[in-house]
């Protein structure tokens, strides 16, 4: 991702922008902001711009070989550094280990760049160990530490590092990545003030509304009786809405709908919603392993016949009569 492309750190971007156009990049940076704002991310743009062949007025091209290998995280020249899955703290081994690969010439950029990531939980030998480093930086090395607490770090690291610092996002910053990442419109609107400038606070918010999405889904579709075609009408016109929300419904169905099928025909193996197994068996046992698979296959053809032109309302009933049919086939 480029630097251009971040969103809501305006003063922080201009900023970097500035010195690599200068000439005037920093040899070690400290990206101090809470949880979610883009300091991860940021970090990553300035190394994608640095480390570019084809660089657009300072900043990343976003398509030559060492701008793919960087979005896909394995450019050789760029190291992540963090507490191992095992341990709470960064150990002097591996400031020992990343110093190491700093002496080293870069493979194939023009620097070699290390983040370290989060910067407070090096530990006092740890630390100690990389102010060495930041004392006497290799000409070609740039180091970034990510942390939501500089004052935790030690003074001395703090005052041989750039400070830039890091805001919560605004509201409109959050509507418009999350609406880039595929949520609709109007549930972006819904959960940006909740997520008090986080994306991930913002995505966690997201994933738990999607569970209970998902619980009330198929609650409905337990319901659904042909015979009482109030119901079929009441549940259509309680889940269907416009028709980026209705893509986005079929779209937990499918999931829903998937695990009913694995259920069917090998168990409980590899489901997606584990959370809902009991409630799930319990509808899987309603269909034939042939009904399960053909209740999918109409709701992924119903889905694409939403995505074009058909009206939400009457596809989702549509849906809906064709799941209370092949749910009688047991």
């Known amino acids: 991702m480029p630097l251009s492309a971040i969103k809501g750190q305006n003063r922080v971007i201009d900023a970097l922008k500035r010195s690599i156009t200068a000439n005037r990049v920093a040899h070690a940076y400290l990206f101090e902001g809470p949880d979610g704002c883009g300091r991860r991310t940021t970090a ?26 960087l979005a896909s995280g394995n450019h050789p020249d760029l190291h992540l550094l963090s507490p191992l899955p095992d341990k709470r703290d ?46 006497e930086p290799p000409g070609h090395a740039i180091i970034i530490l990510l942390t939501t607490q500089a004052d935790l770090l030690l003074s001395t690291i703090r005052s041989r590092c750039q400070h830039l610092r890091f805001s919560p996002l605004d509201d409109s910053s959050v509507v418009e990545l999350l609406v880039q990442q595929g949520m609709a419109s109007s549930k972006a609107l819904e959960l940006a003030p909740l997520a008090e400038g986080s ?23 337990s319901k659904v009786s042909s015979k009482h075609i109030a119901t079929v009408f009441d549940v259509a016109e309680s889940v269907a809405g416009g028709r980026e929300e209705t893509v986005l419904t079929f779209n937990l169905l499918i999931s829903l ?10 168990g409980q193996v590899g489901i997606a919603n584990r ?50 049919r092949l749910r009688k086939g047991v």
């Not at 002097?92 to 110093?99: A, F, P, V, W, Y």
């Not at 994306?199 to 579709?221: F, G, I, K, P």
């Not at 509808?283 to 058909?310: D, K």
């Open 44 to 69: 990553l743009a300035l190394m994608q711009a640095l480390f570019c062949k084809e660089p657009i007025d300072g900043d990343a091209c976003g398509s030559c070989s060492s701008c793919r290998k």
């Open 90 to 135: 960064i150990s002097i081994e591996q400031i020992r280990e990343l110093q190491q690969q700093l002496s080293l010439r870069p493979f194939e950029a023009k620097r070699k760049a290390c983040l370290i990531e989060p910067a407070e939980r090096m530990n006092e030998k740890s630390a100690n160990a990389l102010l060495k480093t930041l004392e």
């Open 199 to 221: 994306m991930e606070r913002a995505t966690a918010l997201e994933e738990e509304s999607d569970a209970v999405r998902r619980q009330e889904l198929l609650a409905l579709l």
């Open 257 to 266: 709908l998937r695990d009913l099928l694995l259920i069917r025909s090998c």
């Open 275 to 324: 959370f809902l197994h009991t409630e799930l068996t319990a509808e899987a046992a309603r269909f034939t392993p042939t009904g399960s698979m053909e209740i999918l296959e109409r709701a992924l053809e119903i889905r694409r016949a939403v995505q074009g032109n058909a009206n939400p309302k009457l596809a989702m009933e549509r849906f809906l009569l064709t799941y209370d």
